[in-house]
Nanobody, 125 residues
C-alpha cells in the first residue's frame, strides 16, 4: 500500500510562485509513476503533470507547460511540482497520485491507484 501526503499550498498573487510537495510512504517514488491533478470549484479533476518511474520522463498539460516543473527528490522520497507565473485560473485543490504501470496513460485519472488528500492553491488577481 502507498500513502501520499501533499503540502505547500497557500495564497499567492498572480505572477508568483509556489512549490508543492508529495511525500510517499510504502514504496520508493523512483519505482512509481507519479502525477499531479487539480480540481477547481464546480469543475472536474484535471491532469497537471506526471513523472514516470525509472528514467523519470515527464509530461504536462498544455495549460501549464513552460510554467510548471515536476521532479523527484529520491533522498526524501518526495515528488515536487514547482509552479511559476501563477494565474488566477490555476486556483484549485491540487492532488498527488501514484501508479505502478508504465504502459498506462500519464494524463488519465483512471490510470492512478493511489491518491493524496489534496492541498489548496489560491491565486489572487
Amino acid at each position: 500500500q502507498v500513502q501520499l501526503v501533499e503540502s505547500g499550498g497557500g495564497l499567492v498573487q498572480a505572477g508568483g510562485s509556489l512549490r508543492l510537495s508529495c511525500a510517499a510512504s510504502g514504496r520508493t517514488v523512483s519505482n512509481l509513476s507519479m502525477g499531479w491533478f487539480r480540481q477547481a470549484p464546480g469543475k472536474e479533476r484535471e491532469f497537471v503533470a506526471a513523472i514516470r518511474a525509472g528514467g523519470g520522463s515527464t509530461s504536462y498539460a498544455g495549460s501549464v507547460k513552460g510554467r510548471f516543473t515536476i521532479s523527484r527528490d529520491n533522498a526524501k522520497n518526495t515528488v515536487l511540482v514547482q509552479m511559476n507565473s501563477l494565474k488566477p485560473e490555476d486556483t484549485a485543490v491540487y492532488y498527488c497520485a501514484a501508479r505502478l504501470f508504465l504502459y498506462k496513460s500519464d494524463a488519465a485519472r483512471s490510470s492512478y491507484e493511489y491518491w493524496g488528500q489534496g492541498t489548496q492553491v489560491t491565486v489572487s488577481s
